[in-house]
T-cell receptor, first 111, second 115 residues
Framework: QQQVKQSPQSLIVQKGGISIINCAYE??????FPWYQQFPGKGPALLIA?????SEKKEGRFTISFNKSAKQFSLHIMDSQPGDSATYFC??????????FGTGTRLQVTL | EPEVTQTPSHQVTQMGQEVILRCVPI?????FYWYRQILGQKVEFLVS????????KSEIFDDQFSVERPDGSNFTLKIRSTKLEDSAMYFC?????????????FGQGTRLTVV
């Protein structure tokens, strides 16, 4: 019940395309859903986060879509750029508690 | 921009030795965490620390692990008797309560190699 399932494991997108990464959870106590971006040899960097009282949040080219009834949320990267090539982790937590991370998606944006 | 800093960046130790990983969280953050990431795998929670005490710990965080905030600014993770399977990247994170929740910011990590 603590797991966060993430897909796909890897993704190749052409420059300018839309990258979509999906996550699903079971624990209804989760009420905070951040996405992290990680470059090789670096720590995870907070990208964008959402609470379940909204269905969508947009920051620049990054959008989180949230479906509370389905217990699913996704990250959309619009106009994907080669610099977006990284590993993306979804995560979830109850308020002020530990983050449970998904298994990660390795994104490669090709020219 | 303030950031979480961790030292050392890489630590090689012999099996059975004690290691101390150090972290300087972002000032005015009140929530502190240690996570680890075995190569190529997901990030796993170890322990959280709030109000000068452990607030939550995972099953990984057994008696060989301990955390301290010795001087009100640094935050340390001690592994008393390292095992080969402790080899991983160890990330410190600190967080502050926001409307969305506790936004956790991660350091660059310490790569621990146990030989």
């Amino acid at each position: 019940q603590q797991q966060v399932k993430q897909s796909p494991q890897s993704l190749i997108v052409q420059k300018g395309g839309i990258s979509i990464i999906n996550c699903a959870y079971e624990n209804t106590a989760f009420d905070y859903f951040p996405w992290y971006q990680q470059f090789p040899g670096k720590g995870p960097a907070l990208l964008i986060a959402i609470r379940p009282d909204v269905s969508e949040k947009k920051e620049g080219r990054f959008t989180i879509s949230f479906n509370k009834s389905a217990k699913q949320f996704s990250l959309h990267i619009m106009d994907s750029q080669p610099g977006d090539s990284a590993t993306y982790f979804c995560a979830a937590s109850p308020t002020a508690s530990k983050l449970t991370f998904g298994t990660g998606t390795r994104l490669q944006v090709t020219l | 921009e303030p950031e979480v800093t961790q030292t050392p960046s890489h630590q090689v130790t012999q099996m059975g030795q004690e290691v101390i990983l150090r972290c300087v969280p972002i000032s005015n953050h009140l929530y502190f965490y240690w996570y680890r990431q075995i190569l190529g795998q997901k990030v796993e929670f170890l322990v959280s620390f709030y109000n000068n005490e452990i607030s939550e710990k995972s099953e990984i965080f057994d008696d060989q692990f301990s955390v301290e905030r010795p001087d009100g600014s640094n935050f340390t993770l001690k592994i008393r008797s390292t095992k080969l399977e402790d080899s991983a990247m160890y990330f410190c994170a600190s967080g502050k309560r926001r409307e969305q929740g506790v936004l956790a910011f991660f350091g660059q990590g310490t790569r621990l190699t146990v030989v």
